[in-house]
């Protein structure tokens, strides 16, 4: 999802340079940074800290400690941010020590998305350019502050390495030893940031510096946390959205050894117990009578005739070039066609948890989330607390990919820890997480195509429904019936489209909660616009890379990937029957990738993903091997999503309960991933949604390559691809 325009609908953060570094000068008792304003106090900072600020403080020990205002929860976030702020510091990675930074919109606000979270794929785009300065503006302070103890022009010393060097002396004094003096320097009036050539760590590949912890152990994630006297509970929550608890017999639960409360609310139940084993005995043996409500009846298919519908009418729109209609009526060939997307679990690794110590006058809580601040103010809702008595504790995230951008697992928490004395942590098992997600959008798209005797557009209309996360996460972000996540992908396309008309028209489903899943609305747009521009390139029976290539004349750095990813894989060379290449294009984060996917379809139509190439101009590489990384586990997510993503619902209730009806592309399946990049002068783009929405339609174009069947609705189906008997 794109969001950097939102923050000018949810907050204004913008303060001069000259105000933020006089600002950051008057504070006295230590070297104080500001890199997100307003400027604030650290809530971890000591006397020994020498006055540190928000987010950078240097203590007289020398070690750079970054209140880190986005998570990590895969990406290499907590290596290549550190790396910005080392780089212009010119201190060694090993100096930086980072943590957790507390909920506090003002102070860690996400500046592209105006709230304190992480995640469209932009903590290094939100990032890149702040914390340089703030990095360069420490190091010419730092050499300031030297050169009036020495008594010497500042000209004359170079900061390395965590000190300051008086090159005609060699005399050296390090930075623990300047904080004091450095905060009661005056500020620059410009900081100059290092050209590209000066750069010793940016563009290296940088070993992970959370790695060590989680290879020992001693990392720890939300569901690791264990206050003294916590209890384990794990709950049923009720089958069926809108459902509420009819009645419950909890006579044998309370009779399994560990379980010591069962918690009663007017839609799920809780089993409070010593230990996980105990409390999931104590769940099965609960017999529970649900209200199904109003849903009890829906299905998938319910809500797809709904969306369909929506796009027979006119809906808002996205986007405008020429003359559509008029340029259809005269195409040579019209092309039409219904695509289709499902709703989509998350099922990350580390299990949904939360835990909770609730008083009566003060509420704490540990967890894993995307959005701290949030969880913050919902929780204190839950609790009937004010917020500055909520106490959030954050910690490493096992997998997020959005599902914890929202606050629903702590609200829940709360209200069971509200009836439980002492600290207790909740645990969805897997089936309650799959079955009570917040999932990615059902979408329906409406497309269609006029191409002049050539075989070249003339004309491109798209009319799609499904769900608005933003309108219902942040919803002054969604306006005139359009906002940047359900957008993107689906217009500004790279291709030259002399005439386009793109309508969106919202529809929410009743039954099923929706929520970002990564690459969002791309995961779905790209899907539909790479799959049909195939469409178009078979019908003017033309190469897909030849016909795609002929219409970017307006976009070189699209064309730049798109030749090289048809380079690298060997791109119009024969392969055995059954199998096929497809090519996808996209410019989605910030970033421009093209994808080659090639797959192997056998006679009983299933389909195995032999090798992806991927070519990525993402601007200014931070640290080449976060890069590869990000692509090779985007590409495996978005291959599962292909080849069997898919929620489902009868009877209002989630068919898929666990990974073998949700099933994982396992390792054995997992194909061979090589990854490129064009060396580009530019400011970072986005990495860690990219690979995800490229890839579906990359598969989905092989496997017409290979077989001659275009699939428009996913994940794949085999029954729809195995040879006659």
């Given at each position: 999802?794109?969001?950097?325009?939102?923050?000018?609908?949810?907050?204004?953060?913008?303060?001069?340079?000259?105000?933020?570094?006089?600002?950051?000068?008057?504070?006295?008792?230590?070297?104080?940074?500001?890199?997100?304003?307003?400027?604030?106090?650290?809530?971890?900072?000591?006397?020994?800290?020498?006055?540190?600020?928000?987010?950078?403080?240097?203590?007289?020990?020398?070690?750079?400690?970054?209140?880190?205002?986005?998570?990590?929860?895969?990406?290499?976030?907590?290596?290549?941010?550190?790396?910005?702020?080392?780089?212009?510091?010119?201190?060694?990675?090993?100096?930086?020590?980072?943590?957790?930074?507390?909920?506090?919109?003002?102070?860690?606000?996400?500046?592209?998305?105006?709230?304190?979270?992480?995640?469209?794929?932009?903590?290094?785009?939100?990032?890149?350019?702040?914390?340089?300065?703030?990095?360069?503006?420490?190091?010419?302070?730092?050499?300031?502050?030297?050169?009036?103890?020495?008594?010497?022009?500042?000209?004359?010393?170079?900061?390395?390495?965590?000190?300051?060097?008086?090159?005609?002396?060699?005399?050296?004094?390090?930075?623990?030893?300047?904080?004091?003096?450095?905060?009661?320097?005056?500020?620059?009036?410009?900081?100059?940031?290092?050209?590209?050539?000066?750069?010793?760590?940016?563009?290296?590949?940088?070993?992970?510096?959370?790695?060590?912890?989680?290879?020992?152990?001693?990392?720890?994630?939300?569901?690791?946390?264990?206050p003294p006297g916590v209890k384990i509970a794990t709950l049923a929550q009720s089958p069926v959205s809108g459902g509420r608890v009819k009645s419950v017999d909890d006579t044998a639960a309370m009779s399994v050894k560990g379980v010591r409360q069962i918690v009663r609310l007017d839609d799920a139940v809780a089993v409070v117990a010593d230990h996980?084993?105990?409390?999931?005995?104590?769940?099965?043996?609960?017999?529970?009578?649900?209200?199904?409500?109003?849903?009890?009846?829906?299905?998938?298919?319910?809500?797809?005739?709904?969306?369909?519908?929506?796009?027979?009418?006119?809906?808002?729109?996205?986007?405008?070039?020429?003359?559509?209609?008029?340029?259809?009526?005269?195409?040579?060939?019209?092309?039409?066609?219904?695509?289709?997307?499902?709703?989509?679990?998350?099922?990350?690794?580390?299990?949904?948890?939360?835990?909770?110590?609730?008083?009566?006058?003060?509420?704490?809580?540990?967890?894993?989330?995307?959005?701290?601040?949030?969880?913050?103010?919902?929780?204190?809702?839950?609790?009937?607390?004010?917020?500055?008595?909520?106490?959030?504790?954050?910690?490493?995230?096992?997998?997020?990919?959005?599902?914890?951008?929202?606050?629903?697992?702590?609200?829940?928490?709360?209200?069971?820890?509200?009836?439980?004395?002492?600290?207790?942590?909740?645990?969805?098992?897997?089936?309650?997480?799959?079955?009570?997600?917040?999932?990615?959008?059902?979408?329906?798209?409406?497309?269609?195509?006029?191409?002049?005797?050539?075989?070249?557009?003339?004309?491109?209309?798209?009319?799609?429904?499904?769900?608005?996360?933003?309108?219902?996460?942040?919803p002054p972000a969604f306006a005139n019936g359009l906002d940047p996540d359900v957008t993107e992908g689906a217009i500004n396309l790279v291709y030259d489209f002399p005439n386009l008309h793109v309508e969106y028209s919202r529809v929410e489903p009743k039954g099923i909660a929706t929520g970002f899943w990564r690459s969002v609305g791309p995961s779905?747009?790209?899907?539909?616009?790479?799959?049909?521009?195939?469409?178009?390139?078979?019908?003017?029976?033309?190469?897909?890379?030849?016909?795609?290539?002929?219409?970017?004349?307006?976009?070189?750095?699209?064309?730049?990937?798109?030749?090289?990813?048809?380079?690298?894989?060997?791109?119009?060379?024969?392969?055995?029957?059954?199998?096929?290449?497809?090519?996808?294009?996209?410019?989605?984060?910030?970033?421009?990738?093209?994808?080659?996917?090639?797959?192997?379809?056998?006679?009983?139509?299933?389909?195995?993903?032999?090798?992806?190439?991927?070519?990525?101009?993402?601007?200014?590489?931070?640290?080449?091997?976060?890069?590869?990384?990000?692509?090779?586990?985007?590409?495996?997510?978005?291959?599962?999503?292909a080849l069997y993503g898919e929620v489902t619902l009868k009877n209002g209730r989630v068919e898929q309960t666990n990974f073998d009806t949700y099933q994982m592309v396992r390792m054995n399946e997992a194909p061979a991933i090589e990854v490129y990049t064009v060396k580009s002068p530019e400011p970072p783009g986005g990495m860690g949604e990219t690979?995800?929405?490229?890839?579906?339609?990359?598969?989905?174009?092989?496997?017409?390559?290979?077989?001659?069947?275009?699939?428009?609705?996913?994940?794949?189906?085999?029954?729809?691809?195995?040879?006659?008997?």
């Open positions: 999802m794109i969001l950097d325009r939102i923050i000018s609908c949810a907050s204004d953060t913008n303060l001069s340079r000259r105000s933020f570094l006089a600002t950051s000068a008057a504070a006295g008792g230590g070297l104080v940074l500001s890199l997100s304003l307003p400027l604030g106090r650290s809530e971890a900072a000591t006397a020994e800290d020498f006055a540190p600020n928000a987010f950078i403080r240097i203590g007289s020990d020398g070690q750079v400690v970054l209140t880190m205002p986005y998570v990590e929860m895969g990406q290499g976030t907590y290596t290549s941010i550190p790396m910005l702020i080392a780089e212009e510091l010119d201190v060694s990675l090993k100096q930086v020590r980072l943590e957790h930074a507390p909920p506090n919109e003002k102070l860690y606000v996400n500046p592209l998305l105006g709230v304190q979270a992480t995640g469209n794929s932009n903590a290094m785009r939100g990032s890149w350019k702040r914390l340089r300065e703030a990095g360069a503006t420490a190091r010419i302070i730092l050499v300031a502050a030297a050169a009036t103890r020495w008594g010497v022009d500042a000209k004359t010393c170079r900061a390395q390495d965590g000190e300051v060097i008086h090159v005609p002396s060699g005399r050296t004094l390090k930075y623990g030893e300047l904080a004091t003096e450095a905060a009661k320097m005056p500020a620059p009036a410009g900081v100059a940031l290092k050209s590209p050539d000066e750069f010793k760590l940016i563009g290296t590949p940088a070993k992970r510096l959370d790695t060590p912890a989680k290879v020992n152990g001693s990392a720890v994630y939300g569901i690791d946390a264990r996980m084993g105990a409390a999931k005995k104590g769940l099965e043996a609960l017999k529970i009578e649900w209200d199904d409500g109003q849903n009890a009846t829906l299905a998938t298919s319910d809500i797809a005739k709904e969306l369909e519908q929506a796009t027979l009418g006119s809906g808002a729109v996205a986007q405008k070039i020429g003359d559509a209609d008029k340029a259809m009526a005269g195409a040579a060939t019209r092309l039409e066609a219904i695509y289709q997307v499902p709703f989509l679990a998350h099922a990350t690794m580390e299990p949904m948890n939360c835990t909770v110590h609730y008083r009566k006058d003060e509420c704490e809580i540990w967890l894993g989330t995307q959005a701290i601040a949030r969880v913050q103010s919902f929780a204190a809702k839950a609790a009937g607390l004010p917020v500055e008595k909520v106490i959030v504790h954050n910690h490493l995230l096992g997998g997020g990919f959005g599902r914890r951008l929202e606050a629903d697992v702590a609200v829940r928490a709360v209200e069971i820890a509200r009836q439980v004395d002492g600290p207790v942590k909740v645990v969805w098992t897997r089936e309650e997480d799959i079955q009570h997600d917040v999932y990615r959008p059902y979408w329906f798209d409406r497309i269609s195509a006029g191409l002049d005797e050539q075989g070249r557009p003339v004309a491109w209309k798209n009319h799609y429904a499904g769900s608005s996360v933003i309108a219902r996460w942040l779905h747009n790209v899907f539909v616009t790479e799959s049909f521009i195939d469409e178009m390139a078979a019908a003017a029976k033309q190469d897909p890379v030849a016909y795609r290539r002929a219409l970017l004349g307006k976009s070189p750095r699209a064309k730049a990937v798109l030749d090289l990813a048809a380079e690298k894989s060997g791109w119009g060379q024969p392969l055995p029957k059954g199998s096929g290449r497809g090519v996808s294009l996209q410019n989605v984060f910030g970033s421009y990738l093209a994808q080659v996917a090639e797959v192997e379809v056998a006679k009983d139509g299933s389909v195995r993903v032999r090798r992806i190439v991927c070519a990525m101009d993402c601007g200014t590489v931070v640290n080449p091997d976060t890069v590869q990384a990000q692509l090779q586990s985007g590409a495996i997510f978005g291959t599962t999503a690979g995800t929405s490229s890839i579906v339609p990359g598969i989905a174009n092989a496997i017409f390559a290979a077989t001659g069947k275009r699939l428009r609705k996913m994940p794949v189906d085999p029954n729809v691809l195995k040879e006659p008997v």
